[in-house]
């Protein structure tokens, strides 16, 4: 079940930023001061294959894969994205629904509904990644 983190650090007065998590997947929210979803990222199968589903009002849908830099044990880069392929999203909605019943219901129903958008968006005829 997502779980709220604590004390994360709000550094733009025009939004607030959220971040839940679990053993599957880390939410970060971004509201708008009216309290409307701005963007997020869904990263999603933390502890194997990471990948993560970006979503803001301003740029739209981004799937991408986490390269933790993690390839030898004496050497430790920055984790960064790379691409990925198509997005799966009947089992990333399917996940989300069983994990995400703690969440306010306006986050928990807009990133559900996203996840199903991108399902199509990101598909493979409408692909840009």
Excluded at 66 to 79: A, F, L, R, Y
Excluded at 92 to 108: M, P, T, W
Aim: aromatic share 10%; hydrophobic share 40%.
């Amino acid at each position: 079940m997502l779980q709220k983190i604590r004390g994360v650090r709000q550094d733009d007065e025009s939004r607030e930023r959220a971040w839940f998590q679990d053993d599957y997947f880390d939410l970060f929210v971004w509201t708008g001061l009216a309290g409307q979803v701005v963007a997020f990222q869904l990263c999603y199968e933390r502890t194997g294959n990471e990948r993560v589903l970006v979503w803001s009002d301003a740029g739209g849908f981004l799937h991408r894969r986490i390269d933790d830099g993690e390839h030898t044990p004496v050497k430790n880069m920055s984790p960064i994205m790379v691409s990925d392929g198509r997005f799966a999203a009947g089992g990333i909605a399917a996940e989300f629904d069983l994990r995400s019943g703690g969440l306010d219901a306006n986050v928990r129903e807009f990133v559900r509904r996203k996840i199903g958008e991108a399902g199509l968006e990101l598909s493979p005829a409408h692909s840009r990644i």
